[in-house]
């Protein structure tokens, strides 16, 4: 096993293989500088030679950045056994290094070729030859390598030997349909590095299987000069390996240097999902939005008192962050680092107050994030202890074109009301309701005076919503604020907030003096 492997990424040439994804040249010259300058891979794949016109464009603008920052040689595009077609276009967008594509088995040889080992042979060194006339250097894919190996070695052997005369610098093993086990890969890389010493192989694995990884380490411990990956598991059918697993595998596991800079993993990651509109899975190792969030409270509550549930997969390498999710799995421990992350302390009732809080919510809400964490807490807060008006149950309907309803059954003092009414969306439906239930005794309610809604900074669409509504009354005004999932809900919440303000004053030895605002 070698203490330092390369590592070549395919994402432009490959991954681009993927089902609907296609970069625009813009998209690709980002990509490929970010790879070479950020994340510093050893090697990239751009293209196929001859694809298109943008393809030749994108190509172009790569091998002129390269060439002026001084890794030409580090740049790569696939090529066919075409004798000139594939290096004229190489060369003629200023490229250096060519990635020939031969046939890796007997079958693909013979019956889509439709020519004998020597024939493909005779077309392989007439390429590489005018390859090395025009200054290429050259690296050869076997494809479909591990069908090859199994079923036809001894092609396998001829096919390498009449390479490795041929000045060659890398022979690529690719296992393109993702066939082989990790067991596989050690008896077939280990015996095509013993058998041909001295020659610089490189592993090209593919997902099928879900082994990539696994197959990826047992190349490397079997003597592969280098690893072919993608950002994001891009590529055909079930996709290559991904660079993130690939990079800290190696590194974590089998003590292997790699060049690349895992604080910038991420970044890439995201700019190659922006471009690609394929998202990556939440739960991706190393690169998933989840994956350095801890669930449970038991898991907080061990890292807070010694990071018993920490790694060495440790989410600063990736220039990323630990997080304790906030929902029905949620403890103590959970809600104090997230209150030290926000730099809020809270008395221990109120802690309590919030956690019974966030257990209502998830019941609605799948994800509460730390940015919902504020509107919680100023919720529970503001919400004092009296509760003149409760609401038991409500359902609000909304429709296009049609009034919105609202049913609503609530406790008023000792006494349980049912009521329902219709109205101008589904807001407007309930405080109808509600005045069908208190105005009967007298209660008057305040003018709306202004309603606003707005969801945390960075929030998604199942961010919690915060309501703010200013009330008139009687030309006084004051502010009440309501928090839920639901929009229409949050604005219940605050008129809720504001028919106990105003019962709690009017109530017999009640406080005097102005409604209370919140902060």
């Known amino acids: 096993m070698r203490e330092h492997v390369l590592l070549m990424d395919t994402t432009l040439r490959d991954g681009e293989q993927t089902q609907g994804v296609s970069f625009a040249p813009d998209e690709k010259v980002s990509i490929a500088r970010a790879l070479l300058h950020s994340l510093k891979v050893?090697?990239?794949?751009?293209?196929?030679?001859?694809?298109?016109?943008?393809?030749?464009?994108?190509?172009?603008?790569?091998?002129?950045?390269?060439?002026?920052?001084?890794?030409?040689?580090?740049?790569?595009?696939?090529?066919?056994?075409?004798?000139?077609?594939?290096?004229?276009?190489?060369?003629?967008?200023?490229?250096?290094?060519?990635?020939?594509?031969?046939?890796?088995?007997?079958?693909?040889?013979?019956?889509?070729?439709?020519?004998?080992?020597?024939a493909h042979l005779e077309d392989i060194q007439r390429t590489v030859g005018y390859a090395h006339e025009r200054g290429l250097l050259v690296n050869v894919y076997l494809e479909d390598w591990s069908n090859g190996y199994r079923d036809s070695r001894d092609y396998v052997y001829r096919l390498v030997e009449g390479l490795v005369g041929m000045n060659i610098c890398h022979l690529m093993l690719p296992d393109t349909l993702g066939v082989m086990s990790p067991a596989e890969v050690t008896v077939a890389v280990g015996d095509m590095c013993n058998r041909f010493d001295g020659q610089d192989f490189d592993f090209h694995p593919h997902n099928d299987y879900g082994l990539a990884t696994a197959n990826a380490m047992a190349a490397v411990e079997s003597g592969a000069a280098a690893i072919h990956t993608t950002?994001?598991?891009?590529?055909?059918?079930?996709?290559?390996v991904s660079l993130a697993e690939v990079a800290v595998v190696l590194k974590d596991k089998l003590g292997v240097r790699v060049g690349l800079d895992e604080s910038k993993i991420h970044d890439l990651s995201q700019m190659v999902e922006n471009f690609s509109g394929k998202r990556v899975g939440a739960n991706a190792p190393v690169i998933g939005s989840d994956v350095f969030t801890q669930t449970s409270g038991i898991h907080a509550d061990g890292d807070r008192k010694g990071r018993?549930?920490?790694?060495?997969?440790?989410?600063?390498?990736f220039d990323r962050r630990h997080s304790y999710a906030l929902g029905k799995m949620s403890g103590?421990?959970?809600?104090?680092?997230?209150?030290?992350?926000?730099?809020?302390?809270?008395?221990?009732?109120?802690?309590?107050?919030?956690?019974?809080?966030?257990?209502?919510?998830?019941?609605?809400?799948?994800?509460?994030?730390?940015?919902?964490?504020?509107?919680?807490?100023?919720?529970?807060?503001?919400?004092?202890?009296?509760?003149?008006?409760?609401l038991l149950n409500c359902s609000i309907n909304s429709g296009y074109e049609i009034e919105s309803t609202a049913s609503v059954r609530v406790r008023v003092g000792e006494q349980i009301h049912k009521s329902s009414d219709s109205g101008n969306g589904g807001f407007d439906a309930f405080i109808k309701a509600m005045k069908k239930v208190l105005e009967p005794?007298?209660?008057?309610?305040?003018?709306?005076?202004?309603?606003?809604?707005?969801?945390?900074?960075?929030?998604?669409?199942?961010?919690?919503?915060?309501?703010?509504?200013?009330?008139?009354?009687?030309?006084?005004?004051?502010?009440?604020?309501?928090?839920?999932?639901?929009?229409?809900?949050?604005?219940?919440?605050?008129?809720?907030?504001?028919?106990?303000?105003?019962?709690?004053q009017e109530a017999p030895g009640g406080e005097s003096g102005p409604l209370e605002q919140p902060e």
């Open 231 to 240: 950002l994001n598991c891009l590529g055909e059918r079930a996709g290559n």
């Open 42 to 118: 050893d090697r990239i794949e751009v293209a196929s030679a001859g694809v298109s016109h943008g393809e030749k464009e994108a190509v172009t603008r790569i091998h002129d950045w390269a060439a002026r920052h001084d890794c030409l040689d580090r740049v790569e595009v696939l090529g066919f056994t075409d004798h000139r077609r594939s290096v004229d276009w190489l060369v003629s967008t200023g490229g250096r290094v060519l990635n020939l594509l031969t046939k890796g088995s007997e079958k693909h040889c013979t019956e889509q070729l439709r020519k004998t080992l020597d």
């Open 308 to 317: 018993l549930y920490q790694t060495e997969l440790n989410p600063n390498r």
């Open 441 to 504: 005794d007298g209660f008057v309610f305040p003018e709306l005076a202004d309603f606003e809604i707005r969801i945390p900074k960075g929030g998604h669409t199942s961010a919690l919503t915060e309501c703010f509504i200013t009330w008139d009354d009687d030309g006084r005004e004051f502010k009440t604020r309501g928090v839920h999932a639901n929009q229409v809900f949050a604005g219940v919440n605050a008129a809720l907030r504001m028919l106990n303000m105003k019962m709690r």
């Open 332 to 390: 103590k421990a959970s809600l104090t680092k997230n209150l030290e992350e926000l730099g809020i302390e809270l008395s221990e009732e109120n802690q309590k107050k919030v956690l019974h809080k966030i257990v209502e919510i998830a019941d609605t809400k799948a994800t509460i994030t730390l940015e919902d964490l504020p509107f919680i807490i100023a919720d529970i807060l503001e919400s004092g202890d009296y509760r003149h008006v409760e």
